[in-house]
């Protein structure tokens, strides 16, 4: 079966750093996507992996090890308004989006 | 500039009667579409999709239907809601033949089944 984990929930410190991780297994491997979805509203997209190794994007960075089935989120000098979901989304053979439940994260002050 | 609408924002309708979720894209042509239910703090459910005006391909089997009378007209159907129908429904596009496939999605239709 095509399985993606993330945990569930995690709290950081504004200002801080948050590193969340998502593994996967799924029928073959087209891409990975992490999205950023606001309580209550629709997801957006914020990086997309296809090779091994780091991808920068400002405060955000993704990670891809194909070899591991896994991926990571980094967000580094967090603000408030990064209180979100982060949901992990892999493009299998066919081109099908698979999804992860998504990491609450809540950053405290 | 590509725009993707969902309407209404919220509905909230009784159990057992019909339901229509409307999603129209501007700015593409022949977009991949895609219907999607999310449950209070779960993940994105895919329902449908669609890569062509009348192809309609199933993910979930229920009571809901969707069709695509036109190239980027995408409709969610029911003939008679459950109250386990409520949930967040997004709809959202793809490009055609892109090797990315990133997803763009509408606001979004909350819908609550009393």
């Known amino acids: 079966g095509q399985n993606i984990d993330q945990p569930t929930e995690m709290t950081a410190t504004e200002g801080a750093i948050v590193q969340i991780n998502c593994t996967y297994q799924t029928s073959g491997f087209n891409g990975l996507f992490w999205y950023q979805q606001h309580a209550g509203e629709a997801p957006t997209f914020l990086s997309y992996n296809v090779l091994d190794g780091l991808e920068e994007k400002g405060r955000f960075s993704s990670f891809l090890s194909r070899s591991k089935g896994y991926s990571y989120l980094l967000l580094k000098e967090l603000q408030m308004k990064d209180s979100a979901s982060y949901l992990c989304?892999?493009?299998?053979?066919?081109?099908?989006?698979?999804w992860g439940a998504g990491t609450k994260l809540i950053i405290k002050p | 500039s590509q725009t993707i609408h969902q309407w209404p924002a919220t509905l909230v309708q009784p159990v057992g009667s019909p339901l229509s979720l409307e999603c129209t894209v501007e700015g593409t042509s022949n977009p991949n579409l895609y219907w999607y239910r999310q449950a209070a703090g779960r993940g994105l459910q895919l329902l449908f999709y669609s890569v062509g005006i009348g192809q309609i391909s199933s993910e979930v089997p229920q009571n809901l239907s969707a069709s695509r009378p036109q190239d980027r007209q995408f409709i969610l159907s029911s003939k008679k809601l459950l109250l386990s129908d409520s949930g967040f429904y997004l709809c959202a596009w793809s490009v055609e033949f892109s090797e990315v496939r990133e997803q763009y999605f509408g606001p979004g239709t909350r819908l609550t089944v009393t």
């Open positions: 989304a892999v493009t299998d053979s066919n081109y099908q989006l698979i």
